[in-house]
């Protein structure tokens, strides 16, 4: 089945540094999507990504859809203490078939922010 | 407002028990499904739902079992037949081909 393989598995930075964080895949996904996991909480989504090459902006976070389309990354600009939590990219592959509208998710990024 | 409400947040049954985890939305969302993450793990699919009365099994389904009676709802059993039930369970919901998941805050089960 599909596979997303999400690195790093956690970041430990200083508060105000940069963040970079990204997934790749085997397979071809139609949209990418980036959610954050606060402690003891469901994810939460950031941003989506619908075509190949977008890069789309949501306040410090920057996110873009592999020309492949196999791969996306999240950055994260300036980070502050309550950026912690956990990271998950997620890909959807094409219609039809018994996996239509089945996200498939990276295993996640556990990032630690010190102030 | 409209939602998606995972109930009860914190559940401790002892081991043998059968124990089931509800889940509804209001959202009129067609499809529903149901993940475990164990700690700093990733989100593994037990089973999903695309439409009410159908479901299908995910990448981890033995020792679960679900139904889905009615669009809003799709409550998680967790039998004794699963070996290692101690987990955060998560609910979510979408409509298919649209944004993505709208997740619940999870129940986190401890069975001791």
């Known amino acids: 089945g599909q596979q997303l393989n999400q690195s790093p598995q956690s970041m430990f930075i200083q508060e105000g540094e940069d963040v970079s964080m990204n997934c790749t895949s085997s397979?071809?996904?139609?949209?990418w999507l980036w959610y954050k996991q606060d402690p003891g909480e469901g994810p939460v989504l950031l941003i989506a990504?619908?075509?190949?090459?977008e890069l789309t902006s949501n306040g410090r976070l920057t996110a873009q859809f592999g020309i492949t389309r196999k791969d996306s990354f999240l950055n994260i600009s300036a980070s502050i203490p309550s950026d912690v939590g956990i990271y998950f990219c997620?890909?959807?592959?094409?219609?039809?078939?018994?996996?239509?509208?089945?996200?498939?998710f990276g295993q996640g990024t556990i990032l630690t922010v010190h102030p | 407002d409209g939602g998606i409400t995972q109930s009860p947040k914190y559940l401790f049954r002892k081991e043998g028990q059968n124990v089931t985890l509800s889940c509804e939305q209001n959202?009129?969302?067609?499809?529903m499904y149901w993940y475990r993450q164990d700690p700093g793990q990733g989100l593994r699919l037990i089973y999903y739902?695309?439409?009410?009365?159908?479901?299908q099994k995910g990448d981890i389904a033995e020792g679960y079992s679900v139904s889905r009676e009615k669009k809003e709802s799709f409550p998680l059993t967790v039998t004794s037949a699963q070996k290692n039930p101690t987990a955060f369970y998560l609910c979510?919901?979408?409509?298919?081909?649209?944004?993505?998941?709208?997740f619940g805050s999870g129940t986190r089960l401890t069975v001791v």
């Open positions: 739902s695309q439409i009410v009365n159908d479901f």
């Open positions: 397979s071809i996904f139609n949209t």
């Open positions: 990504l619908y075509k190949a090459g």
């Open positions: 997620a890909g959807r592959g094409n219609a039809g078939g018994t996996s239509y509208g089945k996200l498939t």
């Open positions: 959202l009129n969302h067609d499809a």
């Open positions: 979510a919901s979408s409509i298919p081909d649209t944004i993505g998941y709208t």
